[in-house]
């Protein structure tokens, strides 16, 4: 297996899914597509809400999505249904896409630039980019730089 960047992620899942540009957002919801906001709490609190669609935070995505599983959503309804995901600038919402594509939903997409691009599409002040993760000072991942 040869290794990947995080850009080679990115362009490999966005190959794979449709992207839905901010002013796009509204005319796909109504015409029926569950937006999905993956952003974790801190951020929505910080940022603000979408105030439609559901939450469903990065980490418990797939699970809630899983058809064949027992912890799907109510919300989801089937494979055809259209699906857009929503995280603050559009990139873990590329790679949430890809993945909800590999669980079967083939029209998963992405909202392009995120929360943050569809807010500057409405006129309406664009809320502080996410602050980068702290730096790992211990444990296996900081032993291995």
């Known amino acids: 297996m040869s290794a990947h960047s995080a850009d080679d992620l990115l ?20 015409g029926g597509a569950l937006v ?13 809400e979408l105030g439609f669609g559901i939450v469903v935070e990065r980490n418990v995505l797939e699970w809630r999505f899983d058809l064949l599983g027992s912890h799907a959503l109510p919300e989801v309804e089937g494979y055809d249904q259209p699906v857009v995901v929503v ?3 559009g990139y873990a919402s590329s790679l949430a896409a890809a993945s909800l594509r590999q669980l079967g939903f083939n029209r998963a997409a992405d909202l392009a630039g995120g929360y943050r691009a569809w807010r500057a599409w409405r006129g309406e002040d664009v809320p502080p980019a996410p602050a980068p993760a702290p730096p790992v000072t211990s444990g296996p991942v900081a032993a291995r730089r």
Do not use: F, K, N, T
């Not at 490999?12 to 992207?19: C, F, G, K, L, Y």
């Not at 999905?36 to 603000?48: F, H, K, N, W, Y």
């Open 87 to 89: 995280c603050s600038e």
């Open 36 to 48: 999905v906001d993956i952003r974790p709490e801190r951020q929505r609190a910080a940022q603000g």
């Open 11 to 30: 362009a490999s899942a966005r190959s794979q899914i449709d992207r839905v540009e901010p002013h796009e957002l509204e005319g796909v919801r109504s």
